[in-house]
């Protein structure tokens, strides 16, 4: 019996879980496109998005989540969860910030990502991120 979408989306967060690029990129069909929509154009195949991954666990390397619900459909789903990290400040006190993000995400009919969106609520990352002297790592 072939994969559902709910198994398919357990298997990317649990692989996602691991920081472990090449496993997440495998989960990508080759014409993938991710876009974190920050300001930032999307990036397209598998390479672009295994080096915006990359980049992303070397920026943030506590980063986790929390699943808020996930609403699954016929080769989709949209993941409702919150950013967790880290920020260390200039004088090495470190303190936990979070923000909530909204992922949509399509599946091709080999039950890949074929696209991966994902929103931040901009307000309460920018209250997380901009207090002077603090940087993810």
Same mark, same amino acid.
């Given at each position: 019996? +072939? ?13 996602? =879980?691991?920081?472990?690029? =090449? ?5 990508? !069909?080759?014409? !993938? ?11 397209? $195949? %598998?390479?672009?998005? %295994?080096?915006?991954?990359? =980049?992303?666990?070397? @920026? ?14 016929? %080769? ?13 400040? @200039?004088?090495?006190?470190?303190? +936990? ?11 091709? =009919?080999? $039950?890949?990502?074929? %696209? ?6 901009? +307000?309460?990352? @920018? ?11």
């Amino acid at each position: 019996m +072939p994969p559902t979408t709910r198994d398919l989306f357990d298997t990317y967060a649990a692989t996602f =879980a691991t920081r472990d690029v =090449a496993a997440i990129v495998a989960l990508h !069909s080759p014409g !993938s496109q991710f876009w974190l929509h920050n300001g930032e154009r999307p990036v397209h $195949g %598998r390479t672009a998005v %295994r080096d915006t991954f990359a =980049a992303l666990f070397e @920026q943030w390397p506590d980063l986790g989540f929390e699943t808020y619900r996930v609403i699954v459909g016929d %080769r989709h789903w949209v993941l409702d969860w919150a950013l967790t990290a880290v920020l260390t400040g @200039q004088d090495g006190h470190r303190r +936990p910030i979070r923000f909530d993000c909204l992922d949509v995400v399509t599946l091709d =009919a080999d $039950g890949l990502v074929e %696209r991966k969106d994902t929103f931040i609520d901009l +307000p309460q990352a @920018q209250a997380a991120l901009m207090t002077p002297g603090w940087t993810a790592r």
